[in-house]
């Protein structure tokens, strides 16, 4: 079955790319704790474990959180906790849901706003402006139909009805 470009069995898929994910990050973290051996300070050690373990787990997840189960949202938290109590990470980092959520708005915002945005053109038209006194929302487009459970997990349906309710 093919829906918005993607199958069913592409679903499958995002676990295998979290479970490679979670294993290069491993490797990394053996690399960063080499490096603490070696006598790197502990502000540089996290600095390297943000700008390659974080980076690693939240590269593109904008298009595969959504398709992810809750196993594999685990995965990732995990990978964040074990840095955290290892000293790799800075004790208030945030979350993988809050870490992806931030990036999710942040890109979305900038999509919003650039009329030349590569994918400006995937966004709704803007709504008819009608005034019912109800609670405000992050955008002004126009809300799509939520189909099936495959279309809720799409990045712009995810931040289309954020925060709508």
């Keep these: ?3 918005l470009g ?33 006598g790197m300070s502990q502000e540089d050690i ?4 943000r700008c390659v373990v974080v980076t690693k787990l939240t590269y593109a997840a904008n298009a595969w959180w959504g398709f992810g189960t809750a196993a594999d949202g685990q995965r990732v938290e995990a990978v964040l ?12 980092i945030l979350t993988a849901a809050e870490l992806i959520e931030d990036l999710d708005d ?11 945005h590569l994918l400006h053109a995937l966004i709704p ?11 405000p929302c ?3 487009r126009e809300l799509v139909p939520k189909a099936s459970s495959l279309i809720e997990s799409n990045f712009f349906i995810r931040q289309l009805y954020k925060d709508c309710y």
């Design 1 to 3: 079955m093919k829906m």
């Design 6 to 38: 993607v199958t069913i069995s592409d679903k499958l898929s995002v676990s295998d790319h979290v479970q490679n994910t979670v294993s290069s990050c491993a490797q990394s973290v053996h690399a960063l704790r080499t490096l603490r051996a070696h």
């Design 46 to 49: 996290q600095t390297v474990s």
């Design 81 to 92: 906790r074990r840095g955290e109590h290892s000293g790799l990470c800075r004790s208030d």
């Design 106 to 116: 942040d890109l979305f915002q900038r999509i919003l706003r650039d009329k030349n």
């Design 125 to 135: 038209d803007r709504r008819r402006s009608l005034d019912y006194g109800l609670r």
């Design 138 to 140: 992050s955008h002004d």
